[in-house]
């Protein structure tokens, strides 16, 4: 060491050349670049400068180093005033006494934080809009805060505002971090590279769902208006600018502004172009994903690039608009289209993952508490704050997430999260897409020619029509859930015919041309308004299949003529799906699901009603035809077996094939051992033990106490990828 002033070791790896650097780690691994090293992230190794870095705007710091854990000597080296020709090299990992630390500049990082600095905000702070409350309920602590005179009552959102928005930010920092923020925007963006094939999607689902929440109008126009932005910044041949991630960020974490002059040709406008957000994008990913699992014929025509590739697409629309749901949680205030987008990712989300994976039911919850957060529950709050279409659009989401809980509860027989003892939400008006954003004028003359419950009178098969129906069956299906774990005492027997007798009321009052009858499919309709027809009247009448499971005695199921007729009425209804076939659409997703929540659970009945009768030799009632229902278990067994192998229905080792496979098989046994019994053989209830317990918990009704020769009935079953076109 020359001198007396020792010098301080200096942290340099500038000295060396990058481009003649070791691209391979010790272990063989590529080497990673110091910001994604030092951050723990995935590096794609992009030579000289990764994707990551330059999408993260970062590409000056971007260098592969050859040795990133050890030192440079250079400073010592230059001090020593070693040859010009010397090379340096890295410092051994070891404590040497010659080395003095640089205590002024290392006390600086343990010095305490001065009142300037404390002053300073957050770089990262959280807005104080995405922290806003919500709705606040009559016994919210604002509702008791005294009012002063001088106070003017707030009206529907803006009275959950507590921050009374003097502070912008808020003093502590987002569970995720910006650099997290930004690549989960980008790549978000990245996915609409695919937006012709997305518009393409979103208009043959507009064009062919029954039951869409948003008016069509609405919907395609907000697709078709991220066309100019998307030409503008390249995203169909680029990745996405920082600039347009920053914006559409920005856009988000403020509250959207829907006034009661808002028009519904203008609406569009508040949550694209300039003002894109990413609610809006999340609701068009999940719609266009939903559209591409029923594989379209005309899309695959004009997209037949795809045809090999379906699943990667909606693995990836599925993923981005999970992170729209994800991103938004933390930085968006809740708002309509929040709710739009948060139902549609359900509805994948079930689609992919089956109502049983855990996916769906955390959705469901989501979906549930931002209805809540922004008092959909409650329309007396904004009636008179809010446009008709908005208002409607209110009714038909609400109504919607209503339907899906109950349908979801059943399924797995937990509680529901919606209910209807706190909501007043009046059903959404029978009128049409088109007549609820047209003129005014012409509306008002539309709702005056409705009856006096609110339905079309001129006959037309409308979607708010089906999301009524639903509704009204799903009330009912709301208190049988309540009397599920009950004991059956008169009481409850007394509560359970008095909601039996209700069914039978409410389907009187709908009017005729939605009741289901066989012949509808040979009438004039369209091929989607004759599915509608069998799921709203499937939905309605298994309430009445639930309560008559609740009332059976289990040591009489032979003789119970109003269970029996239910069940074979349920699952004649659910097989004449089986034989009807149309072009547009893949109408093996609807048959499954229509199988899975009805077909099953009343073909279940049956066999064991042929059990118990061969068995007893007890004859059913009169109007119960034993070969009838011979007959129509046979046919049900031909459609799950066939439904086992189909690419819609299942391949081997997914959910709805091992369901299909193993309920196929267990009905084959029933059936074979009542057409041939073997003398020999063991009896076909202790060989089978398909004895239901009817009253045991409510989940996956029909399925209690059945046993799959070939395992649990439930062993490696997704029950995945349930269709709901229909739902």
């Known amino acids: 060491m020359t001198g007396d002033k020792p010098v301080p070791v200096v942290y340099s790896w500038t000295c060396f050349d990058t481009n003649t650097m070791n691209s391979n780690r010790r272990n063989g691994k590529p080497a990673s670049c110091e910001p994604c090293r030092l951050n723990k992230t995935r590096c794609d190794h992009t030579y000289p400068k990764c994707d990551r870095c330059r999408q993260r705007g970062i590409e000056e710091r971007c260098v592969y180093h050859p040795a990133p854990l050890t030192r440079s000597r250079e400073g010592i080296i230059s001090a020593q005033q070693t040859e010009p020709s010397s090379v340096p090299r890295p410092l051994k990992r070891k404590r040497t006494i010659n080395q003095t630390v640089d205590l002024e500049a290392l006390g600086e990082a343990f010095l305490p934080i001065s009142a300037s600095q404390e002053a300073d905000e957050f770089a990262d702070a959280v807005t104080a809009d995405a922290y806003r409350p919500g709705y606040l309920g009559p016994t919210s602590y604002a509702a008791n805060l005294p009012k002063d005179d001088e106070s003017v009552p707030p009206r529907g959102r803006d009275a959950s505002i507590s921050s009374q928005t003097s502070d912008p930010e808020l003093a502590h920092q987002y569970t995720v971090s910006k650099a997290m923020r930004i690549q989960m925007a980008t790549d978000i963006l990245k996915s609409l590279r695919y937006h012709t094939i997305i518009q393409d999607l979103v208009r043959l689902h507009c064009e062919a769902s029954q039951v869409g929440v948003i008016p069509m109008p609405l919907e395609f126009e907000a697709v078709k208006a991220l066309k100019p932005t998307i030409d503008e910044y390249r995203l169909e041949t680029s990745m996405p600018a920082p600039e347009l991630v920053s914006k559409v960020l920005g856009n988000t974490s403020r509250p959207l502004d829907i006034s009661l002059s808002t028009q519904p040709s203008e609406f569009y406008r508040t949550c694209t172009g300039n003002n894109l957000r990413f609610e809006m994008i999340g609701f068009i990913l999940a719609t266009a994903g939903r559209s591409l699992l029923f594989g379209p014929t005309s899309f695959f025509f004009k997209h037949p690039q795809f045809f090999d590739k379906k699943s990667q697409l909606v693995d990836e629309l599925l993923r981005s608009s999970t992170i729209c749901v994800l991103l938004c949680s933390v ?249 009807v076939r149309d072009r547009t659409y893949d109408i093996q997703r609807d048959f499954i699901h229509t199988i899975l929540l009805y077909g099953i659970p009343s073909g279940s009945v049956l066999a064991t009603a042929l059990q118990e009768q061969h068995r007893t030799g007890q004859q059913f009632p009169v109007s119960i035809s034993r070969a009838e229902i011979i007959r129509m278990l046979s046919v049900l067994i031909s459609y799950l077996e066939a439904a086992a192998h189909l690419d819609a229905g299942g391949r081997s080792g997914d959910g709805n094939y091992n369901l299909c496979r193993k309920a196929a098989r267990t009905f084959t046994r029933v059936i074979d051992a009542i057409l041939d019994p073997k003398p020999a053989a063991t009896p076909p209830s202790a060989d089978l033990n398909l004895d239901l317990d009817f009253l045991s918990a409510p989940g996956l009704e029909g399925f209690e106490g059945m046993d799959f020769a070939a395992g649990g009935m439930y062993d490696g079953i997704d029950w995945g990828a349930i269709g709901q076109w229909t739902l």
Not at 353 to 378: D, F, N, V
Not at 386 to 392: A, R
Not at 548 to 569: G, Y
Request: glycine share 4%; charged share 20%; proline share 4%.
């Open 331 to 579: 930085i968006s205030p809740v708002n309509d289209i929040m709710i739009w987008m948060f139902y549609e990712n359900l509805m994948l989300t079930s689609m992919m993952c089956g109502y049983s994976g855990p996916p769906t039911w955390r959705r469901l919850g989501e979906l549930s508490s931002q209805i809540y957060a922004l008092g959909l529950h409650k329309e007396s709050n904004a009636s008179s704050s809010l446009p008709l279409f908005i208002l409607e659009s209110r009714r038909k989401v609400f109504h919607s997430a209503f339907y899906q809980d109950k349908a979801i509860s059943t399924f797995l027989g937990r509680p529901v999260r919606l209910s209807k003892r706190h909501t007043d939400v009046r059903m959404p008006l029978d009128v049409s897409d088109e007549e609820l954003i047209g003129d005014p004028e012409a509306l008002d003359l539309v709702i005056q020619n409705l009856d006096p419950n609110g339905w079309d009178t001129k006959g037309r098969y409308l979607r708010a029509s089906w999301i009524r129906m639903r509704f009204i069956s799903v009330q009912y299906r709301e208190e049988i859930l309540d009397f599920a774990l009950a004991k059956l005492d008169q009481c409850v027997e007394r509560q359970l015919l008095d909601i039996s007798r209700r069914i039978h009321t409410s389907w009187d009052s709908i009017p005729r041309h939605l009741h289901y009858r066989s012949g509808c499919w040979s009438a004039n309709l369209s091929f989607s308004v004759g599915v509608m027809l069998v799921s709203v009247y499937l939905s309605h009448w298994y309430n009445e299949f639930m309560i008559q499971k609740l009332l059976l005695d289990p040591a009489a199921l032979a003789p119970n003529a109003a269970l029996l007729r239910v069940s074979m009425d349920l699952l004649s209804t659910c097989l004449t799906l089986g034989s």
